[in-house]
């Protein structure tokens, strides 16, 4: 049951602001919308109505009752334009949203591409532009992170079988095989990596990167970009355990300088707009290398809301042109653990999705 709101704050806006958030895949490859929910549900000085939106019915985050008010299946975003905003403009008219948060490198495009069409609608995005966004393309990291300070490993881009053979016998096992938007895994023969070359293409297609691998310590850092060369929080962790997809279960919140000096480099060189992950290993002599610019919120953003930065509340809030609180510090040693949670009732809600598309 979803709990009742506290009094609006901002009655200006007539109403309570609704939000709507894709990426509610809560499985073992998790996206962030469940975790963005709950950091939306538990500002009480900000309260929000949440919409889910998913791409396939059995997305756990549609039967979170107590995270989402209403639920809607979407058309894919490589379906037609029109049919993708028809979508949209029926949940505005049933509803009434005020922003969008999307989570999906795949979707971004869309949605990056149509921001002045949905503000026409009234809603909100918080989102870099497409030159923004393009600096994120896994194939020209290197070029990239020299801009801001950072190192890159020695990276491949195949686009053959024949160019992965080459590749991995200028790079020498073991090394990281990656899909152009999602999944990377390490690999220690050319046989495991043709294992993984094959699905990664039929899913993701073009190009697959080759990465040499950096020992060290694996850093990640969270925040939201004002577009301005600013930002409005940073958050940087320390990963104790992962995945075999490199998602992370548990981690420790640190103070990295360094890190954090090259995430303000990237936003002032950038001038980024909306949320962002930087994924990076510090070796043994201290040198920063970066392994991927995420231009969304990362799975573990609820970890930044826990620790008393919370990243999706104060987007929203700058999206729709709301006065934000001073950024707060956050403390180093905070332990974050993910675990599995299993759901128990009655069908009728799968095929009231199923049938009607909505909840």
Request: hydrophobic share 40%.
């Given at each position: 049951?979803?709990?009742?709101l506290a009094p609006?704050?901002y009655?200006?806006?007539?109403?309570y602001?609704?939000?709507?958030?894709?990426?509610?895949?809560?499985?073992?490859?998790?996206?962030?919308?469940?975790?963005?929910a709950r950091?939306?549900?538990?500002?009480p000085?900000?309260?929000?109505?949440?919409i889910g939106?998913?791409?396939?019915?059995?997305?756990?985050?549609?039967?979170?009752?107590w995270?989402?008010?209403?639920?809607?299946i979407?058309?894919?975003p490589?379906?037609?334009?029109?049919v993708?905003?028809d979508?949209?403009?029926q949940?505005?008219?049933?509803?009434?949203?005020d922003?969008?948060?999307?989570?999906?490198?795949?979707?971004?495009?869309?949605y990056?591409?149509?921001?002045?069409?949905?503000?026409?609608?009234?809603?909100?995005?918080?989102?870099?532009n497409?030159?923004q966004?393009?600096?994120?393309?896994?194939?020209?990291?290197?070029?990239?992170?020299?801009n801001?300070?950072?190192?890159?490993?020695?990276t491949?881009?195949?686009?053959?079988?024949?160019?992965?053979?080459?590749?991995?016998a200028?790079?020498k096992?073991?090394l990281?095989?990656?899909?152009?938007?999602?999944?990377?895994?390490?690999v220690?023969?050319?046989?495991?990596?043709?294992?993984?070359?094959?699905?990664?293409?039929?899913?993701w297609?073009?190009?697959?990167?080759?990465?040499?691998i950096?020992?060290?310590?694996?850093?990640?850092?969270?925040?939201?970009?004002?577009?301005k060369?600013?930002?409005?929080?940073?958050?940087?962790?320390?990963?104790?355990?992962?995945?075999?997809?490199?998602?992370?279960?548990s981690?420790?919140?640190?103070?990295?300088?360094?890190?954090?000096?090259?995430?303000?480099?990237?936003?002032?060189?950038?001038?980024?707009k909306?949320?962002f992950?930087l994924?990076c290993?510090?070796?043994?002599?201290g040198?920063?290398?970066?392994?991927?610019i995420?231009?969304r919120?990362p799975?573990?953003?609820?970890?930044?809301?826990?620790?008393?930065?919370?990243l999706?509340?104060?987007?929203?809030?700058?999206?729709?042109?709301?006065?934000?609180?001073?950024?707060?510090?956050?403390?180093?040693?905070?332990?974050?653990m993910r675990?599995?949670?299993?759901?128990?009732?009655?069908a009728?809600?799968?095929?009231?999705?199923?049938?009607?598309g909505?909840?």
């Amino acid at each position: 049951m979803i709990c009742p709101l506290a009094p609006n704050p901002y009655p200006h806006l007539m109403k309570y602001p609704t939000i709507a958030i894709t990426g509610i895949n809560a499985v073992d490859n998790p996206g962030p919308g469940t975790g963005i929910a709950r950091s939306l549900r538990e500002n009480p000085e900000f309260p929000v109505q949440i919409i889910g939106l998913a791409y396939d019915a059995m997305e756990p985050g549609l039967y979170m009752d107590w995270l989402f008010d209403r639920r809607y299946i979407m058309p894919y975003p490589s379906a037609d334009i029109e049919v993708f905003m028809d979508r949209i403009q029926q949940i505005q008219e049933e509803f009434g949203l005020d922003c969008i948060i999307p989570n999906f490198d795949v979707e971004l495009p869309l949605y990056i591409r149509y921001a002045k069409e949905l503000e026409a609608l009234g809603i909100r995005t918080y989102l870099p532009n497409k030159a923004q966004f393009s600096l994120r393309n896994k194939a020209k990291l290197a070029e990239v992170a020299q801009n801001f300070g950072l190192l890159t490993p020695e990276t491949i881009v195949v686009t053959s079988p024949k160019e992965l053979e080459e590749a991995t016998a200028k790079l020498k096992f073991p090394l990281m095989i990656k899909g152009p938007y999602y999944k990377a895994y390490r690999v220690s023969s050319q046989g495991e990596a043709v294992q993984r070359f094959y699905p990664l293409v039929a899913e993701w297609g073009y190009p697959i990167i080759l990465q040499k691998i950096i020992t060290g310590i694996e850093l990640n850092l969270v925040g939201v970009g004002d577009g301005k060369g600013g930002h409005l929080g940073l958050v940087a962790i320390k990963k104790m355990g992962v995945t075999e997809l490199g998602k992370i279960w548990s981690g420790l919140t640190i103070h990295h300088p360094g890190l954090i000096k090259a995430a303000e480099k990237f936003l002032q060189n950038t001038q980024w707009k909306g949320p962002f992950e930087l994924e990076c290993i510090a070796d043994q002599d201290g040198a920063i290398y970066l392994l991927e610019i995420n231009p969304r919120f990362p799975a573990w953003t609820y970890f930044a809301t826990g620790v008393g930065i919370n990243l999706p509340s104060r987007l929203v809030q700058a999206a729709l042109g709301l006065p934000l609180s001073p950024i707060e510090a956050y403390s180093a040693g905070k332990l974050f653990m993910r675990y599995t949670y299993e759901l128990v009732m009655d069908a009728t809600p799968l095929q009231t999705l199923v049938s009607q598309g909505e909840r």
